[in-house]
């Protein structure tokens, strides 16, 4: 039998078509556009309404995926939702995406890996393809950050924006799909970037809500070192792992955490700009969505096509971090 492997078949992305500009930001807490662009590279970053929510653009990304990928709901047998901003603590927001998509054969769930989620469901469902468990996975980055940040925090609220992105997986030739891939985390870094409320520890009372547990609470400087040591370090690990170097690399899609992040991961892997896409000027960080939107619209605009080796990076809270070669 012809051994295969599990690779990218189909992929979309939605996102809100409201939008925060810097401006916007400098009106509501103390910052600028120099300070955030300088910082971040962020310009503008779309905003969900208050009557919308995660799974509406994980479905409205699937969707597309599905379709592209030249089959139907009934043939997705996993839907893995990455998110940290789920509509509901329950169900799964997989398993609302599973009604909304009419994916009757399928079993939905979630994976809550912050920044780093759709890489972590990748090497989930890659195993489960490249062994014939199963066929065909949909793998969903979607967040509605926005309802999670506090807008008098600006350490925090001037990154995150909202989106979805996804993936519809399935068995490739040998040879091309999913060449490497590794996921990691570590625990002990809880406090770099989090949201104590509402959950078991902390409970939700008028206290955790008037003391903003619930928001995200980020020490985004500490974070930025590990970042970028943890995304090298992973990828030239999987580089490695699947016999190629960096020059034989088209494209590096790392997570759009900040700009500065993605250069100074580029610089240490010793990747020219050319060849690291980055879309954080119009869409900002929206965590585990900031993968799968960059990934489509690499293919939408021909940037990956047949034949392309991609290297996909990702960090995250957790911590959490993992990176991906691919071959289309
Ligand atoms: O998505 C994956 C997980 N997240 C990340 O990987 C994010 C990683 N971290 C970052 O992106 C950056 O650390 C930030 C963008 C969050 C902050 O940038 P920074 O260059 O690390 O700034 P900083 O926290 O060291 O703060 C420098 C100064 C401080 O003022 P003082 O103490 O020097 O007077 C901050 O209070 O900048 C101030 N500051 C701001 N000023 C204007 C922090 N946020 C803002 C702001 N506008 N929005």
Request: net charge negative; glycine share 12%.
């Amino acid at each position: 039998m012809t051994q295969l492997n599990a690779g990218i078949i189909g992929m979309g992305h939605s996102y809100p078509e409201g939008i925060l500009t810097n401006a916007d930001l400098e009106r509501m807490v103390e910052t600028s556009d120099e300070w955030i662009t300088s910082r971040t590279g962020i310009k503008q970053r779309h905003k969900a309404a208050d009557n919308e929510y995660t799974s509406q653009f994980g479905t409205a990304a699937a969707k597309q995926a599905i379709e592209r990928a030249g089959l139907k709901p009934e043939d997705i047998e996993i839907i893995v939702c990455a998110t940290t901003t789920p509509d509901q603590i329950m169900p799964s927001t997989g398993a609302l995406i599973q009604a909304q998509l009419g994916a009757v054969n399928a079993a939905g769930m979630d994976v809550f890996a912050a920044c780093s989620g759709f890489l972590y469901g990748i090497t989930m469902v890659e195993s489960m393809i490249r062994t014939g468990a199963i066929k065909y996975a949909l793998v969903i980055g979607a967040e509605v950050l926005t309802k999670y940040v506090d807008y008098t925090d600006r350490g925090t609220c001037v990154i995150f924006g909202d989106g979805a992105g996804a993936a519809v997986l399935g068995p490739v030739e040998s040879g091309k799909g999913i060449l490497a891939t590794k996921i990691k985390s570590d625990g002990r870094y809880e406090e770099q970037l989090y949201a104590p409320g509402g959950g078991t520890k902390l409970g939700t009372s008028h206290k955790t809500i008037d003391e903003g547990q619930h928001f995200f609470k980020m020490k985004g400087n500490e974070l930025f070192k590990v970042a970028v040591r943890s995304m090298a370090d992973i990828s030239a690990e999987m580089l490695e792992k699947a016999g190629l170097t960096v020059d034989d690399i088209d494209l590096v899609v790392p997570h759009q955490a900040n700009q500065r992040i993605t250069d100074a991961v580029a610089s240490r892997l010793g990747v020219s700009e050319e060849k690291v896409y980055s879309n954080i000027a119009l869409l900002g960080n929206t965590s585990s969505a900031s993968i799968p939107i960059a990934m489509d619209e690499c293919i939408q605009s021909g940037r990956i096509k047949e034949g392309s080796k991609v290297l996909l990076t990702a960090f995250g809270g957790g911590v959490t971090w993992g990176a991906t070669v691919l071959q289309f």
